[in-house]
């Protein structure tokens, strides 16, 4: 089974870490779109307000995304389970995301053209209750 298609819909909350991020609080509200999409609204608040926005599609076997940073949409394919690579991207960029049945992860990786992705920014988010 795809890990993230067995996300319940819902509200989390949690916090965000990294190297590039430093230290945020974030909110991801997760919709089911259809048996086989979920939608993804991810939000990271530092002390500076609102530090980044992003829309993502889940698929059995893509990350569609709509970032801040982003003139477009990128689409992230499954390597392995979990673990999505940008197409088309300019520099390397990964996201690592788990659901364990109580916190999601939502890792963000990447680096400068030539460089080796590493991650950046990592949310942990368990659901409101």
């Known amino acids: 089974m795809i890990v993230l298609m067995a996300l319940p819909p819902g509200l989390y909350r949690g916090t965000v870490s990294g190297e590039e991020s430093g230290g945020c609080i974030c909110r991801i509200d997760v919709r089911r779109l259809t048996e086989h999409a979920l939608s993804l609204d991810y939000e990271a608040v530092g002390l500076d307000g609102l530090q980044h926005v992003e829309h993502t599609i889940v698929t ?70």
Not at 88 to 109: C, F, K, Q, R, V
């Open 60 to 129: 059995p076997s893509a990350l569609h995304v709509a970032a801040s940073e982003f003139p477009d949409v990128v689409t992230f394919r499954m390597m392995a389970s979990g673990h999505y690579v940008a197409e088309h991207a300019p520099s390397p960029m990964e996201i690592h995301a788990d659901w364990d049945g109580g916190t999601l992860t939502w890792a963000w990786h990447w680096a400068l053209s030539g460089e080796k992705s590493r991650e950046q920014s990592r949310a942990t988010a368990q659901p409101l209750r």
